[in-house]
């Protein structure tokens, strides 16, 4: 893990390759079991090359532990290779990152009448919430379950949405297995 990532720098990542880093965010996550907040930062990364050297785009993101800068030999090696094919440079240039969202999924109590748009239509309130809201929100309404017999309700923060450093989910669907 390096501290001093920053965007632009090229890396090694999560997923195999050579990535750029094109996006850095630092959330204050609220942990459940501890009832407290605790810091996190994500990297989100374009990858450039395989670790043989092809073209390989794609976008990912991962903690900050899961990310280093080159070292110095990778580093000449991949300026050396960006020297000698500037065509795909140009091509990963105009490489637009895919959105990449977050997901968070709650296990909810079955409705009595069994029924997924009963409990669809109460979460459907549940929009732009950090974690911390939508878990007192859950409990308040008392959706939210601890047992094994319950659904999945799905919410999704677009894009890692965030303010002041809280990822905002919002009701997504619920899956009911």
């Keep these: 893990m390096d501290e001093n990532i920053k965007v632009g720098d090229w890396v090694r990542s ?10 850095i965010l630092e959330l204050n996550d609220f942990d459940i079991p501890s009832q407290s907040y605790k810091p996190r930062t994500v ?22 532990a899961f990310v280093s800068l080159l ?22 240039d105009t490489y637009k990152p895919k959105s ?4 968070y999924n709650a296990s909810v109590n ?30 308040e309404f008392k959706i ?11 919410f999704i923060s677009n894009n890692h ?3 002041e450093g809280k990822l905002l989910y919002s009701f997504s669907r619920i899956l009911a297995f």
């Design 110 to 139: 079955i409705p009595s009448s069994g029924c997924t748009t009963d409990i669809e239509e109460r979460l459907s309130t549940f929009q732009e919430l950090n974690l911390e809201q939508l878990y007192h929100q859950l409990i």
């Design 71 to 92: 070292d110095s030999d990778e580093k000449h090696e991949l300026d050396s290779f960006i020297k000698n094919n500037p065509e795909l440079v140009a091509k990963f």
């Design 144 to 154: 939210g379950s601890n047992g094994a017999k319950g659904w999945t309700a799905q």
């Design 161 to 163: 949405e965030c303010c």
């Design 14 to 23: 999560y997923g195999s390759g050579i990535w750029r880093v094109h996006r």
């Design 43 to 64: 990297v989100f990364s374009s990858r450039f090359v395989n670790d043989s050297y092809k073209r390989s785009f794609s976008t990912e993101c991962c903690d900050l």
């Design 100 to 103: 990449i969202d977050a997901i």
